[in-house]
């Protein structure tokens, strides 16, 4: 079977190359309309641009990348859906890479990036290495931070008042008569993990109150490592009457500790977590969490994004940083603890 070129589309969409051509650019005078008539000749014709020959052009080649630390965590999974369906409508692709928090993949992931010569990368992964970022950055390959933060990166970035987060917890925690309290981190030194211990450590300092260091438990991001990790507070001689976990899934498997050693959730202890995905109103009982507003944030962040790809790369030294409100969502898991 012949593959379909160009002139098919042009004729197929009366118009000239020169129109289809501007169109799968961004270039001319082509009106939105038009735009969106010639590409679904496109799809109905199964025309695929060859990307290769567009960025040897040095053409847009209607590509994004996303790095995430891990996709089976639902924020992040959550977090690359959106970014396809807002990548789809806009017209584009998305390269999705799962990184593990670890340098060597950050790089390896953003060497094949730039090889692909990708429009603009969205990075949601901690990196602690930011040669890469900043050698990227001075070719013009417009970068947007997601949930995350660069330091000496002249990138843009979107993320939650993690600081702010951690204290909302701790607020929550003390309003209901708590005092024995621990926490459960991110073992890796993930800069959105280390300021919500650090804002939940604050508010517990204004209130008269301190959490000691044996009272911050370092595990890996899973609710397998949670459960082990709450397990281990739990089986101490006095264990606390409540955990805040720097994730939900962390705090699921703080839940199913509880759950196996026979503490009653909240009677008993309570859980709070951070991120609020799907899995937070699934819980038995429903997980009272710190909302992270993941629709706007994406939002904003790929809007600096295409923006900036479209416009072309921003000043170096202009660095866009949003920092969007958290918010309490109270469900089942926190409670007053029972007497007796």
């Not at 196996?260 to 899995?279: C, H, M, N, R, Y």
């Given at each position: 079977m012949k593959a379909t070129t160009i002139y098919d589309v042009a004729k197929e969409a009366g118009v000239s190359i020169a129109t289809v051509s501007n169109a799968i650019n961004g270039k001319g005078n082509v009106s939105k309309k038009?735009?969106?008539?010639?590409?679904?000749?496109?799809?109905?014709?199964?025309?695929?641009?060859?990307?290769?020959?567009?960025?040897?052009?040095?053409?847009?080649?209607?590509?994004?990348?996303?790095l995430i630390?891990?996709?089976?965590?639902?924020?992040?999974?959550?977090?690359?859906?959106?970014?396809e369906d807002l990548a789809h409508s806009a017209g584009y692709s998305v390269i999705v890479c799962s990184t593990d928090n670890k340098d060597e993949r950050v790089d390896k992931y953003l060497r094949l990036l730039e090889q692909k010569s990708v429009d603009g990368i969205l990075i949601g992964t901690g990196t602690e290495n930011g040669e890469t970022l900043t050698q990227l950055a001075q070719?013009?390959?417009?970068?947007?931070?997601?949930?995350?933060?660069?330091?000496?990166?002249?990138?843009?970035?979107?993320?939650?008042?993690?600081?702010?987060?951690?204290?909302?917890?701790?607020?929550?925690?003390?309003?209901?008569?708590?005092?024995?309290?621990?926490i459960l981190a991110e073992k890796l030194e993930v800069s959105s993990s280390?300021?919500?211990?650090?804002?939940?450590?604050?508010?517990?300092?204004?209130?008269?109150?301190?959490?000691?260091?044996d009272s911050i438990v370092s595990c890996d991001s899973s609710i397998k490592a949670g459960k082990k990790a709450a397990a281990a507070l739990l089986a101490r001689e006095e264990r606390p009457s409540a955990i805040f976990c720097c994730n939900d899934l962390l705090a699921i498997?703080?839940?199913?500790?509880?759950?196996?050693?026979?503490?009653?959730?909240?009677?008993?202890?309570?859980?709070?977590?951070?991120?609020?995905?799907?899995?937070?109103?699934?819980?038995?009982?429903?997980?009272?969490t710190i909302?992270?507003?993941?629709?706007?944030?994406?939002?904003?962040?790929?809007?600096?994004?295409?923006?900036?790809?479209?416009?072309?790369?921003?000043?170096?030294?202009?660095?866009?940083?949003?920092?969007?409100?958290?918010?309490?969502?109270?469900?089942?898991?926190?409670?007053?603890?029972?007497?007796?």
């Open positions: 038009k735009r969106d008539e010639i590409f679904k000749v496109m799809e109905r014709l199964q025309y695929q641009p060859s990307v290769i020959a567009s960025a040897l052009m040095g053409k847009k080649t209607y590509t994004l990348g996303l630390p891990d996709v089976s965590n639902p924020f992040f999974s959550e977090i690359a859906r959106s970014v070719k013009s390959i417009p970068i947007v931070m997601i949930a995350r933060e660069a330091a000496g990166v002249s990138a843009h970035s979107v993320l939650t008042d993690d600081f702010k987060g951690g204290g909302l917890a701790a607020e929550h925690l003390l309003a209901l008569g708590h005092s024995r309290m621990a280390v300021e919500r211990v650090r804002g939940f450590r604050f508010a517990l300092f204004e209130a008269g109150t301190e959490l000691g260091s498997g703080a839940l199913q500790a509880a759950k196996e050693a026979g503490v009653k959730v909240p009677e008993q202890l309570s859980i709070i977590g951070f991120d609020d995905t799907i899995l937070s109103t699934v819980t038995n009982p429903a997980l009272t909302a992270q507003p993941m629709d706007q944030m994406v939002k904003l962040a790929f809007g600096l994004l295409v923006d900036g790809q479209e416009n072309g790369a921003p000043d170096a030294s202009i660095r866009q940083r949003i920092v969007m409100p958290p918010s309490l969502i109270v469900r089942e898991s926190t409670g007053k603890l029972a007497s007796g």
